[in-house]
């Protein structure tokens, strides 16, 4: 996973992140790019459940609920569940054609181990 700023909105407060996700396994590859808004309120606390040393589980939503990823442990085990929904608007103003992405299952603990390093990594200025 990478995450890159793309714009900061101070009077929020919010970031436009791009979130890039690359997953191989035996007999596929995902690889999905988007941008989504945060509130930066939010993020702290999933950090801060990241970095809790009694994390069972953290997750974080985008203001329009289009990205989620959830991270926890269960009986030792780490998972993974992100979701991306990307949604065409109509003319009229209703919601058009949605295309969901989904992953969700037990990760390797070192990738498990990079997806939380990614945030404890990613700069605070809020």
């Known amino acids: 996973m990478y995450l ?33 808004w945060f509130d ?20 974080l939503v985008d203001l329009n609920n289009c990205f989620t990823l959830s991270l926890s442990l269960s009986d030792g085990q780490p998972y993974i569940r992100w979701q991306v929904t990307e949604r065409d608007v109509a003319l009229r103003g209703d919601f058009g054609r949605a295309v969901t992405t989904c992953h969700n299952g037990v990760v390797d603990p070192d990738d498990f181990e990079n997806v939380r390093q990614t945030f404890f990594g990613y700069g605070r200025w809020w």
């Open 40 to 59: 930066c309120f939010a993020w702290d606390i999933f950090v801060k459940n990241l970095r809790s040393t009694q994390m069972l589980s953290a997750s």
């Open 4 to 36: 890159e700023l793309i714009e900061f909105e101070p009077r929020i407060p919010s970031m436009n992140v791009r979130v890039d996700i690359d997953i191989h396994q035996a007999r596929s590859a995902v690889k999905h790019s988007s941008a989504f």
